[in-house]
């Protein structure tokens, strides 16, 4: 999944969760004790269960991509950014000792 379609699965998601509380407080505000209104309640319900599901795509994502990603460190020469399991600066050509992921 790319970067924009995780921006709109977030998107997508806040969306849902704005139309259940705007669902949920109308349903608040024509509150009847006599006859509550189950059907916005179901309807709420329903945009929070697919916010739910684009949260638990997104999620996916992150997890799947945070294996790939390597983890970075500071050179201890340079201080420049380089992979955690360098054994050698790309930048100052400083031999590291490389770290355990
Ligand atoms: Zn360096």
Redesign the pocket.
């Known amino acids: 999944m790319e970067q924009s379609l995780v921006e709109k699965k977030v998107l997508v998601a806040n969306e849902r969760l704005s139309v259940a509380q705007e669902q949920l407080d109308a349903a608040i505000q024509a509150y009847d004790a006599n006859r509550p209104d189950i059907e916005a309640m179901k309807e709420a319900s329903e945009r929070l269960r697919e916010a739910r599901v684009c949260i638990d795509n997104i999620q996916q994502h992150i997890e799947a991509t945070a294996e790939v990603v390597p983890s970075m460190r500071g ?1 201890p ?2 201080g ?1 950014s ?1 992979r955690a399991q360098a054994t050698l ?1 790309g ?2 050509w ?1 031999k590291v000792n490389p770290q355990r992921a």
């Open positions: 050179c020469a340079c420049k380089i600066c930048h100052c400083t």
